[in-house]
């Protein structure tokens, strides 16, 4: 007999959340904590989403999606989780670049990214100034027409140097480009400017034992190998259960955590949705995907702080996010994992790299399967080429490596296309006006880039839960 995942489960519940990412998470912990019954629904055999970890032989932990993300994390993590998971929250000091254009270290904040810009770069204090008061004054109602390369035309003409230093680790945080509204940028540059870059200190997985924990002292049903594979809508629009595993479990709200044109085309059908609708979802576009490299050192091989926690390196002459989406691959992110921040609890002091670039679904998901593998091998290998230059003697030092594609992140997550970030702006809108299409569908989870990211995640989390949770009313909740 295969094993019920669903053993034990109620028929009923007033929530039912589709997917564990951060945002999906974050809402079964705070609708469980205003009184309602929650049921979780993960089609993975682990929580987390992007956000989670594997194991590899040797007793090595790779996180998938911890390289940084902006101090806001830690009081939303105190206020819509625990103070022990806040705590958790580190800040990364070595951000390094090395490109043709400039080699430096940085804090990554609003303080030393002036320094750089106005003594190393020679920009005027003032343009800088402005700069940065102009991205922090950038909120969602502002103008949306404007785009990044014309904020960067305004203030750094010509000077694509700085456009590099303030632009290519936002295109690898959320897959941004010059052709996004400039608010997008604005709002995550800011967000990290504020105070620095910031991570977990433990690995995602002690992060998720914990808010596992967590949601279910606060009575979340969290059920894994659970794949949602409809929701269910009657004939007024209204939402009345979904089918997991084949099983029909009634609810009055959902809150589908699962690809927002997924949720919208897939999981619901498009019968059920006005036809402008329906076409703005299919209009939403991906933000793209990306391709890692996972690294362990052989116990008691170690690699130099001076490394950085960060590298953002390339090859490549300027700023060109085209560029770094090519299979060609001319720009990689390093993240250097010490056992300081990544202690293992159990196991020797472990040092780890992990190596991102961005990619295009399309790039990878089409080959016949040997020269997908082909691919992989080469991608390791050229990684290592690379690494070469920053962990003198490598090869040797390797007990583990293995590359992730578009394609991982489509088989483990169900993100079409693999996509890495959600979508581009205009999903967030879509994402928003779901539940006045059908009453009681809710969708939370990376979009418009400004929620997307382990921050956007969380707090959007937020923001839908509370949007659901006027929608039924606490005095009815059913626990
Ligand atoms: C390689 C990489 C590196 C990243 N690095 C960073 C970083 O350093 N800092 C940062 O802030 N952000 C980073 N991100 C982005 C960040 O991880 C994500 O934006 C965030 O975790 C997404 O959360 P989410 O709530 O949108 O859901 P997701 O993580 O997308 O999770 C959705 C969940 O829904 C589940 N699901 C989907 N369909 C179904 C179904 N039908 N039934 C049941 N379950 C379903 C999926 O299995 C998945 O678990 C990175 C992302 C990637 C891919």
Redesign the pocket.
Known sequence: MPKDFLAGCRDEYDVVV?????????SANVLARQGYSVLL????YQ??????WFKRRGGHIFD???????IG?KKSCRKYWTPEIAESIVQLKGIRFENPQFSLRTTFDRQDFTRIMTDEMKVPEETVQRFFDKARSMNFYDDQETTTRELFEEFFPGRSDVVRLVMEPIT???GSTLDDPAITYGIVFSNFMHKGVFTFSGGTDKLVTQMKAEMEKNGVDVRMR????RIEIDENRNVTGVV?NGRRIGCRAIM????LK?TILK?AGEQHFDPEFVEEAKAVRLNN??C?VYIALKPGETFDESCGDLLFHSEHEGFDATAMLSRDISSRTF?FYYPSTRPDREGPDRYMVVS?TNANYDDWAHLPEEEYEASKEDLCETTLDCLEQYVPGIREKVDWVEA?TPRT?EH????IGGA???TKFEGLDVSKRLPEQVSGLFH????GIIM???????N??VIVANELDKYLVPETATV
């Open positions: 589709i997917g564990s990412g951060l945002a999906g998470l974050t629904l993960e089609h993975h929580l987390g989403g992007m956000a989670t998938i999606s911890l390289h940084g993300f902006p994390m690898y945080a959320n659970s794949l949602v594979e997991v589908s955590n699962a690809n997924s999981l995907s990306s890692q993240s991102s992730s992140f483990y997550t169900r993100h890495s970030f959600g939370a989870g990376s979009v997307s990211g382990w921050l956007g995640a969380v959007y989390g």
